[in-house]
């Protein structure tokens, strides 16, 4: 009788998941522990560990299909079972023979599907990839081959690959995949070359995924409207310039000039909270919390961890906890706790250079707001004068069903009065 492998608990809140990709097929050979699919809840990947060692011989629920917690996804024979059927005749050795088979076929494909670190790593050091024998399941090249043949000229075998540590430990490094954690390798996407090098196809990514279908639901359901102000804070930049040394040296981390902003929004978020709020049928829902969704990104993936209950920070707690966040999403390890219940979304495209934005709304959240880089240039004062002054252009998309431009326009018009009065004598880092 085979075994069953259910859909786990990806989080206290979480009622189900979706498949978004297998990682194994019927006939594969699986080791406890083993990743054997990923699966996508909001814009979290976990991958689903197997719970025995034997061989997959059924996949119950489709790629892109999502089911429940606690319901079946796969079935396997475990080892004991093999054995007893093994012993039973000629039928079960030929069985056994289609797996290997199947297994070194695989094998075969898994040599030619490299990620993009390992393509990096070839091209850097010049490696024929051809020539490498890979430690990794089906024979593929990892990472840490392609370093130890330019490190040491040789090559790690797959028993070398795989972590030492005791089982107890091994047992909670599994749960922490099931609930979510990330690891860095679980971000590198098979990158297969294309028949005579013109092109690559790289298979989504269960983020990517869920960031286009996010993109696609806002932009379908939600008629985006924008509008711009450019602000001076000048009077900002003197202020942090001469206190971020000392901030540094005191909390361990730089003050960089997204917590001001983020003071300056959540004030007007809570002086109009029909900005913080969400269209939800035949009612619109207002929030009387804020919790702040910051867009983060990495090299390959963009997440949206939530600061929860942002309106009781100072800039010191919304510094401190926006470097928790982003070095929660550099080392991989967000949890799906981390990414819900945000009710407005502040991005930060001015860290890439930009100037001018038009921001897609996080759904169902009714506004996202855009700060663009901070730029000197020459502004023509209210007393006829002209001087050099540092602006930064303020982008607001907003859900029209929800909101209109006169609230958005005093909601804008606050923030760009907060920013331009911040100064030693009017703002308190602690």
């Known amino acids: 009788m085979a075994t069953e492998i259910t859909m786990p608990q990806l989080g206290e809140s979480v009622t189900e998941g979706t498949i978004t990709k297998w990682l194994v097929k019927p006939g594969d050979h699986v080791?406890?522990?083993?990743?054997?699919?990923e699966v996508m809840t909001d814009k979290v990947n976990a991958e689903v560990p197997s719970s025995f060692t034997g061989t997959i011989s059924e996949l119950i629920v489709d790629e892109d299909q999502t089911v429940a917690v606690g319901e079946v996804i796969c079935r396997l024979d475990t080892e004991n079972n093999k054995s007893s059927l093994n012993s039973k005749g000629s039928s079960s050795k030929e069985t056994t023979k289609k797996v290997t088979e199947d297994s070194s076929s695989s094998g075969k494909t898994m040599k030619k599907r490299y990620s993009p670190a390992v393509l990096?790593?070839?091209?850097?050091?010049?490696?024929?990839l051809e020539q490498v024998n890979g430690s990794g399941r089906g024979g593929r090249i990892t990472r840490k081959d392609l370093l130890a043949l330019v490190e040491n000229g040789e090559i790690t075998s797959q028993e070398d690959d795989l972590?030492?540590?005791?089982?107890?430990?091994?047992?909670?490094?599994?749960?922490?995949?099931?609930?979510?954690?990330?690891?860095?390798?679980?971000?590198?996407?098979?990158?297969?070359?294309?028949?005579?090098?013109?092109?690559e196809r790289i298979p989504i990514s269960g983020v990517r995924k869920a960031i286009a279908q996010n993109m696609v639901k806002s932009k379908h359901e939600a008629p985006h409207a924008w509008m711009m102000i450019e602000v001076d804070v000048t009077d900002l930049v003197k202020y942090r310039e001469k206190v971020k040394n000392e901030f540094q040296e005191k909390e361990g981390f730089k003050l960089t000039f997204l917590p001001f902003f983020m003071k300056a929004v959540i004030d007007a978020l809570k002086a109009f909270p029909q900005v913080n709020a969400k269209w939800e049928g035949d009612n619109i829902?207002?929030?009387k919390d804020v919790h702040l969704s910051m867009a983060v990104a990495t090299e390959n993936e963009l997440?949206?961890?939530?600061?929860?209950h942002a309106d009781e920070k100072n800039i010191k707690g919304l510094a401190k906890a926006l470097n928790h966040l982003s070095r929660k999403v550099r080392s991989s390890s967000l949890t799906q706790a981390d990414m819900q219940g945000g009710t407005f979304t502040l991005n930060n495209t001015g860290s890439f250079g930009s100037i001018q934005s038009q921001p897609i709304i996080n759904t169902p959240q009714a506004a996202i707001l855009?700060?663009?880089?901070?730029?000197?240039?020459?502004?023509?004062?209210?007393?006829?004068?002209?001087?050099v002054r540092n602006m930064v252009n303020?982008?607001?998309?907003?859900?029209?069903?929800?909101?209109?431009?006169?609230?958005?326009?005093?909601?804008?018009?606050?923030?760009?009065?907060?920013?331009?009065?911040?100064?030693?004598?009017?703002?308190?880092?602690?």
């Open 31 to 37: 080791n406890k522990y083993d990743p054997i699919a």
């Open 120 to 128: 990096k790593l070839a091209q850097e050091h010049q490696i024929d």
């Open 163 to 199: 972590p030492q540590v005791p089982a107890a430990i091994d047992e909670v490094g599994a749960d922490q995949r099931a609930s979510g954690i990330l690891a860095k390798e679980d971000f590198e996407h098979t990158v297969e070359n294309g028949a005579h090098d013109r092109f």
């Open 285 to 287: 829902i207002r929030y």
């Open 303 to 308: 997440f949206v961890p939530v600061i929860k």
């Open 370 to 387: 855009s700060v663009e880089s901070i730029v000197k240039r020459p502004v023509v004062l209210e007393n006829d004068a002209i001087a």
């Open 394 to 430: 303020l982008c607001l998309s907003l859900d029209h069903r929800v909101l209109d431009g006169l609230i958005c326009g005093n909601f804008m018009a606050h923030i760009k009065q907060s920013l331009e009065q911040m100064n030693e004598n009017t703002l308190s880092i602690y």
